[in-house]
């Protein structure tokens, strides 16, 4: 039997939500209309699932919106849920990343925002504070925006070890924290930074994202700017496993959700090229931790899909088969009930997508 499934869509003029029955989706939204939604996070470590939607208004600025009834209602305290301490003198532009915590933690909630920071939250993401480890550490100074911004876009909590987080940014590269968030070391040995004098810096690299498959806490993937990557021992040394893919520029990488050897990313040409070669859209899945690749269409627009998918705009959920999701800039949303064998279209003439999360619920 086809299990239920939640997908959330944030897009640049608010946050669409889409159930499944059967091969149907249902579609609701905009909610938060007129506002841009950078990112979402469906924590079923609860009975009911919470949705956190990080909006940012042009008027009323950036916020966390929290619901407890799947979408139905949605709630924010009366004071901004995340602001740079006075003593920073900096003002919080947009939250890029939502990510709960492991499942010893219900209430850990962090949060990757712009300009780079870490917050974190102890009453289940209404509420955060900032990650000093972070944000005093001394290479940010020398942290530069990349072409979308200087943000902490990628969060992964350790899955048994509240002490252990690790995050990426652009440009910045992978930082990793084994005490809690006190202190952060880079961890780029071998992610190639080709625009610097320095190809292989301890750190200033543009990672676009990073994902990690909690079963396997030691094994880590990442889509660079230019660059395709696995490590083995924590995040602290990287491959390349490029080889196979049409081009190694992208924006996201994805791990399947049993299967700690299957991941899933989207090529786009070249940085300067951004949409996918030869107009085609064609989702890419290892399932050998990126020894080969294998070109997934069967669905997909064959031609003419001259538009990108961004760093947060493809995700699993949790079904078993496992159900892949993504959406594109011109507003069209795909998924896959097959692991990525077959895609159907979900919705169409949406905003520009921004984030997409799934959940069986």
């Not at 640049?12 to 579609?27: C, H, I, Q, Y």
């Not at 900032?130 to 990628?154: I, K, Y």
Request: aromatic share 10%; with cysteine.
């Amino acid at each position: 039997m086809t299990q239920k499934v939640l997908l959330a869509i944030g897009t640049r003029k608010g946050l669409f939500l889409a159930t499944n029955s059967g091969a149907d989706w249902e579609v609701t939204g905009p909610h938060h209309p007129m506002t841009d939604v950078y990112a979402v996070a469906i924590d079923t470590r609860r009975d009911t699932p919470r949705l956190l939607a990080a909006v940012t208004s042009e008027h009323w600025g950036p916020s966390v919106a929290v619901s407890d009834d799947l979408g139905a209602t949605w709630s924010e305290p009366d004071h901004a849920p995340v602001a740079f301490p006075e003593d920073t003198d900096t003002a919080l532009a947009r939250v890029w990343q939502l990510a709960p915590g492991p499942d010893s933690e219900p209430d850990l909630v962090y949060a990757g925002v712009e300009p780079s920071a870490l917050f974190k939250s102890t009453d289940g993401g209404k509420n955060y504070e900032l990650v000093r480890g972070l944000w005093d550490h001394p290479h940010r100074e020398r942290w530069t925006p990349g072409f979308g911004g200087m943000a902490v876009h990628s969060v992964i909590p350790h899955p048994s070890d509240a002490s252990r987080v690790t995050v990426a940014m652009s440009t910045g590269g992978v930082y990793v924290s084994t005490d809690g968030g006190e202190s952060f070391s880079a961890s780029n040995e071998g992610i190639k930074a080709y625009f610097l004098p320095d190809p292989f810096p301890e750190f200033g690299q543009c990672v676009h994202k990073i994902a990690q498959h909690p079963d396997r806490p030691d094994q880590f993937f990442a889509q660079n700017h230019h660059g395709v990557y696995r490590s083995d021992d924590g995040a602290h040394t990287w491959k390349s496993i490029a080889d196979g893919l049409p081009s190694d520029f992208g924006f996201p990488m994805v791990v399947h959700p049993h299967r700690p050897e299957t991941i899933y990313t989207f090529p786009l040409t070249a940085d300067a090229m951004r949409f996918p070669p030869d107009g085609r859209c064609r989702v890419y899945r290892s399932d050998d931790a990126g020894a080969t690749w294998t070109a997934l269409a069967n669905g997909l627009p064959a031609e003419g899909f001259w538009t990108a998918v961004m760093r947060d705009a493809m995700c699993v959920d949790d079904a078993d088969p496992a159900g892949v999701y993504f959406g594109a800039r011109s507003g069209e949303v795909y998924a896959s009930r097959d692991e990525g064998e077959s895609w159907t279209l979900v919705a169409a003439h949406l905003p520009d997508v921004l984030s997409v999360r799934a959940a069986v619920i």
